[in-house]
Every structure is written in structure tokens, then in C-alpha cells.
Nanobody, 118 residues
Framework: QVQLVESGGGLVQAGGSLRLSCAAS????????MGWFRQAPGKEREFAGR??????YYADSVKGRFTISRDNAKNTVYLQLNSLKPEDTAVYYC?????????????WGQGTQVTVSS
């Protein structure tokens, strides 16, 4: 049974940082594509970034501020959020899917809330 459990969200002031974790069980993060998405109140869920094999991709809205990394030994993926802005306020979700040209995100975590105050 696959489980993705996010943690690390919270309340932070604009300009601050947070590190989110996604602990996976039932699948190896070293092989699967691992993605981060976010959903702000009243908005659609949007892609933030993903890590596949040795490649990392980011949405333009977070590029240069967010960093995805992976610890294969802990089977955990991280999202480092720096220079946070109030518009980064959202529920952040971790997802997993089979790596390939187009990833179908088959597994999702429950989400962790990030709130950035101005």
C-alpha cells in the first residue's frame, strides 16, 4: 500500500523559509517521479515542481526560490521554500507517478498548509 505523508507546513512571514517533507512508503522515491503541487484558496491545484531520476523541473512561479531534493535512504522528498511571498499561501501536496515523458500522478498525500503573512 502506497502512502505519502507531508509535513513541515506552518505560518511564516514574507521573506521567510520552510522545508516540507514527503515521506513515502510502498514505493521507492529513487525510481518514481515525485512531484509537488499546491492549491490556494479558491484556485485550481497547480504544479510546483518535480524530481525524476536526476532531473528536476520547476514552475516559473517558484523557480529560483524553491528547491526539490531527495533522500533515497530515508525514502523522502523535500521541498525547500525560500523567499516566501503571501501568494505562496496554499496547501502543498506531494504526488508520485511512474517516470516518463508524461507523468500520470497516481498517488497523492493529504497535504500540508503553508501560510505566508505579509
Amino acid at each position: 500500500q502506497v502512502q505519502l505523508v507531508e509535513s513541515g507546513g506552518g505560518l511564516v512571514q514574507a521573506g521567510g523559509s520552510l522545508r516540507l517533507s514527503c515521506a513515502a512508503s510502498g514505493l521507492p522515491v529513487s525510481i518514481y517521479a515525485m512531484g509537488w503541487f499546491r492549491q490556494a484558496p479558491g484556485k485550481e491545484r497547480e504544479f510546483a515542481g518535480r524530481i525524476s531520476w536526476r532531473e528536476v523541473y520547476y514552475a516559473d512561479s517558484v523557480k529560483g526560490r524553491f528547491t526539490i531534493s531527495r533522500d533515497n535512504a530515508k525514502n523522502t522528498v523535500y521541498l525547500q521554500l525560500n523567499s516566501l511571498k503571501p501568494e505562496d499561501t496554499a496547501v502543498y501536496y506531494c504526488a508520485a507517478g511512474r517516470s516518463g515523458p508524461s507523468v500520470e500522478w497516481a498517488y497523492w498525500g493529504q497535504g500540508t498548509q503553508v501560510t505566508v503573512s505579509s
